[in-house]
Structure formats: structure tokens, C-alpha cells
């Protein structure tokens, strides 16, 4: 007999006469009752066991834990919270459990030992949840595009240029570490690499997918990224999931909208279809925060958040006006911030960024046309000569969640920004071809997956929010 998911019977529309479900045991109460769960919702089945007619030796074998397939009939359940249980008629352990070492006890554990544990924290209702909306989230994202016509395009991991500019790369190479092939004037030999070239892992997938908008119109990359920052802070990782939409004829605003409309699109989407595991997460999240002090909880719950960045558009101000607003503001006048903001030109730290949407505008902010020189080579340099197309949406309790920018479209202007920054004009020949061949204005932006993860989930470190985090000293699993 197939097995049938616990999702499926809980919603069941009658009472059922034969039924099997698998999975793993929650909880064993009073020899009796099992609440099995098989991930395909964050809800329990109760299965009621019929002790006095199963061996001791089989019950002592219902341990947390454990893997067993139930067999029996779906009735309405007497107890509360749920409408159907199981009467179970057979039941089959397939894997016992020791009880006593099994790291997933139930009770609470802190997200420090669940981090060490990452390939048992998925047993639990909080990882369990986060997994299925991060699932559900990349879904949307396909979805999203699709409907509107965009085409997925798969750039490289391994790249050939290290001048993508947005981070410390991690190095590709099949060279031996001891008796490496030198130059003559003793640097390591790439041409004797394997492919004949350094080459490293990408951090970012928009120089080759400027090349595929200049030819289908709209495109999205979705996949790994690496960064070897050392950057050990609760927003970064090592590697992570990056999207990355560039559309051809697109200008900065109609970028802002296209950011805008998508993420709308994504957490709706999520939300219709994750109602049990938000719902789960809202209640983990103001349990959290019960810890916490008055002033550092968050002014609304999970949904209640979610919502509001769905009825609300995203306040647009320039960098110019936000170094205004921070320069008058009490943090800043009481040097409250590492970081004090003197003058036009500083670069934004998340501090910052999260004073602009916690406190002061209180929703996402989109930032636009930052100063050139802090800024990467290929955004478009306004008329005033000194700020370049640039845009970062800013999320509260994230900060930074997208930055993107209008491309630089005019050759001339482009190489001489290269030549500026010492960028080799050589190595970018064909990224070059595209200002070269049919140029066109252009727009696209980088949205980090486990940050948008994040904000969806109500959790607060990243590494909670993938399935293996890579960071600094740490690559188990
Ligand atoms: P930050 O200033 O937060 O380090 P960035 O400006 O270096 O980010 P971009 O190069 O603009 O990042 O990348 C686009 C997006 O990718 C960011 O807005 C963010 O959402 C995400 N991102 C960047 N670096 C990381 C990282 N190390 N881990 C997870 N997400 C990241
Ligand atoms: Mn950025």
C-alpha cells in the first residue's frame, strides 16, 4: 500500500478506511499517542496506538526520532487542534532511534547547537518551515519571470575575469600547491593551469548577463555566488544564492519598479501558499523576542510586516537627500554611530542604512544615484558628472537586500572609467563587444536569495536560513 502524505490526510475530506503514513516521531505520550511528522507540513499527525494489543518490546521502540510507517484507519479526531487521526491498526518501526543521543530532543534548542547539528535541525518545526518557504520562494522567483517573459540564463560558475568588482574571490585551480609552476620572474605559471588562466569562482553573474539581455531582451540568472570576504557578520555568507534580472531598454526607474513589483510578487506569492509555516514562524519570532528589551522588538509581528511591504510602495530618495537626513540625525549629532557621517561622499555602513528604514522612514527604502567613486565601474555616470545610476533597496531588520544600476551604454565613457580604475580594457574585450555592437541603455540588479529568505522567515541570522552555511572557518557537512 503507498503511503499517503500526513499533509494530505490532515486535509482530508472524510474519514478514511485504510490508510499508510511514514515518517518520523515528534513525540510519544501516555504509550499511546504518536505525533508523526514526514515534512510535508509543519503539522503532526496523531496516531493512537493500540498498546494493548502491540509488544513492549515495539513500543519501547516509538522513541523520538524514530522512522515508522503507520497503518490504520483516518477518523475524526477526539482531541484538540486537529481534525483527523490515525487508529492505528499496524504498526513497523523502520529505524530506531536512541532515545537517550538523539540531538533533537523536544524541547527548545538554541540556534548555536541547531547551527552545529545542520543535518538534524531540518527535524524541527522551525527548520522544517524555513526550508519549505525557501522552497517555495525560489519557486516564485522562476514563476515570477516566466509569466513575464523573461529567459533564465545559466552564467558561469567558474569565471574567466576577476574584474566582476563586487567582492574577494575564491580561486579555481588543478595547479599542485607544492612544486607550483613559476614564472620566470617567480609568479605561480596559470597558463600551466587547466584552463590555461587564473580563474576564479564567480561573484556575481551580471557582466555575462548584460551579453544575454543584449540579445533576448530580458533575462535572470538564480544561482551560487561566492564571496571570500572575511566578513564574519550575521548578513553575509561564503557562498550564497544570488538573482540577477538585466533588462534591455530598461531604464533606473523602470529598474526600481521591476525590483519593487518583483519582491511584491514573491512574498505574495509565499504568503498564499505558506500560511502554516508563517504562521509558525510569526509565533517563533515574538517568542524570541519576549527576550528581548522593549525598545529592540519590532514594532509589528511577521505578517503584519509582510503585508505592509505588500500595500506599501518603497520610498524612493536619493543619496544626496539620505546624507541630509543622516547628517542631522540624533545618532549622528551624538556620535552614536561607529561611523559619522561628515560629508557628501561617505560611503553608507549598515548602520546607516538600517537608521534610514527602522527609524526614520520607517519601510524599504530604495536609494539612488550614489557618488561615482564608491561605486562599481559599469553604472551609468550621470550628467552631473559626479554620481553614477546606482540604486540599493534597503529592508528593515536586513538592510542592503538589492543593488543595482543602470549600465554605463556608451563606450567612451566606459573605458575611460576603466582606464581610471585600472580595469584591463584586454581582459573585458567581449563585455566590451556589447558597448561596441547595438549598445543600449540597460538596467538589471543583484538580489541575495538568503537576505529576501530572511526577511520572509522573521530570522535574523543567515546562516539560519540555508541549508549548509559556508562562512569564514566553517565548511562542515
Ligand atoms: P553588502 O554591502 O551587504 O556586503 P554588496 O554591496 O557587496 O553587499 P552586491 O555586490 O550589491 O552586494 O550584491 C547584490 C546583493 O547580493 C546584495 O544586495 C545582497 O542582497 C547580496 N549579497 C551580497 N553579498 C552577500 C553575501 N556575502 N552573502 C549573502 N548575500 C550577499
Ligand atoms: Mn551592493
Known amino acids: 500500500m503507498r503511503h499517503t502524505k500526513v499533509k494530505d490526510l490532515l486535509n482530508s475530506s472524510s474519514t478514511l478506511h485504510e490508510v499508510n503514513a511514514k515518517g518520523w516521531v515528534r513525540t510519544f505520550r ?30 519501547k521502540r516509538i522513541t523520538t526520532g524514530a522512522a515508522v510507517s503507520v497503518t490504520g484507519t483516518l477518523v475524526e479526531s477526539k482531541g484538540a487542534g486537529q481534525k483527523f487521526e490515525i487508529q492505528v491498526s499496524k504498526l513497523e518501526i523502520l529505524g530506531d532511534s ?13 540556534l548555536e547547537f541547531l547551527r552545529e547539528n545542520a543535518h538534524l535541525r531540518v527535524r524541527t518545526n522551525a527548520f522544517g518551515a524555513i526550508m519549505r518557504v525557501r522552497s517555495v520562494l525560489s519557486f516564485a522567483v522562476h514563476s515570477y519571470f516566466q509569466e513575464k517573459g523573461f529567459v533564465y540564463v545559466n552564467t558561469p560558475i567558474i569565471t574567466g575575469s576577476d574584474a566582476e568588482g563586487a567582492g574577494e574571490m575564491f580561486k579555481v585551480t588543478a595547479l599542485p600547491f607544492d612544486n607550483t609552476p613559476r614564472t620566470e620572474d617567480g609568479k605561480v605559471d596559470y597558463k600551466e593551469d587547466f584552463f590555461g588562466k587564473e580563474t576564479n569562482l564567480t561573484v556575481s553573474g551580471q557582466l555575462e548577463g548584460e551579453t544575454f539581455a543584449m540579445a533576448l531582451g530580458q533575462i535572470y ?17 561564503a557562498e550564497f544564492w544570488m538573482i540577477e534580472p538585466e533588462v534591455a531598454f530598461n531604464d533606473l526607474n523602470d529598474n526600481m519598479d521591476l525590483a519593487e513589483d518583483f519582491i511584491q510578487y514573491v512574498i505574495k506569492y509565499t504568503m498564499d501558499k505558506c500560511q502554516d509555516d508563517l504562521k509558525f514562524l510569526e509565533g517563533r519570532l515574538l517568542e524570541e523576542e519576549k527576550s528581548k528589551p522593549q525598545a529592540e522588538r519590532s514594532e509589528m509581528a511577521l505578517l503584519e510586516k509582510l503585508n505592509f ?11 544626496t537627500e539620505a546624507i541630509d537626513i543622516l547628517r542631522d540625525s540624533t545618532p549622528n549629532k551624538k556620535k552614536k554611530f561607529n561611523y559619522i557621517i561628515k560629508e557628501w561622499g561617505a560611503d553608507l555602513q549598515s548602520e546607516h542604512e538600517r537608521y534610514l528604514v527602522e527609524k526614520h522612514f520607517k519601510c524599504p527604502v530604495i536609494l539612488f544615484d550614489y557618488p561615482a567613486n564608491i561605486k562599481a565601474f559599469y553604472m551609468r555616470l550621470n550628467e552631473d558628472g559626479k554620481t553614477v545610476r546606482a540604486m540599493d533597496i534597503l529592508f528593515p531588520g536586513i538592510g542592503e537586500i538589492v543593488g543595482g544600476s543602470q549600465r554605463e551604454e556608451r563606450f567612451d565613457v566606459l573605458v575611460e572609467k576603466m582606464r581610471a580604475l585600472g580595469i584591463d580594457e584586454e581582459e573585458l574585450w567581449w563585455y566590451l563587444d556589447t558597448r561596441r555592437f547595438g549598445s543600449a541603455v540597460h538596467s538589471g540588479f543583484g538580489l541575495g536569495f538568503e537576505r529576501l529568505v530572511l526577511f520572509v522567515t522573521g530570522m535574523t541570522n543567515i546562516r539560519d536560513v540555508i541549508p549548509f552555511p559556508r562562512t569564514p572557518m566553517n565548511a562542515e557537512f
Open 30 to 59: 501516555n504509550n499511546q499517542f504518536i505525533a508523526l511528522n514526514d515534512g510535508s507540513t509543519i503539522n503532526n499527525i496523531q496516531c493512537v496506538v493500540d498498546f494493548e494489543n502491540t509488544a513492549d518490546e515495539t513500543l
Open 221 to 237: 540568472t538564480f544561482g551560487p555566488t561566492f564571496r571570500a570576504e572575511n566578513s564574519n557578520t550575521s548578513r553575509h555568507l
Open 98 to 110: 536512541d532515545a537517550e543521543k538523539f540531538p533533537m530532543q523536544p524541547k527548545k534548542h538554541s
Open 309 to 319: 511591504v505588500l500595500e506599501n510602495n518603497f520610498k524612493r530618495v536619493s543619496y
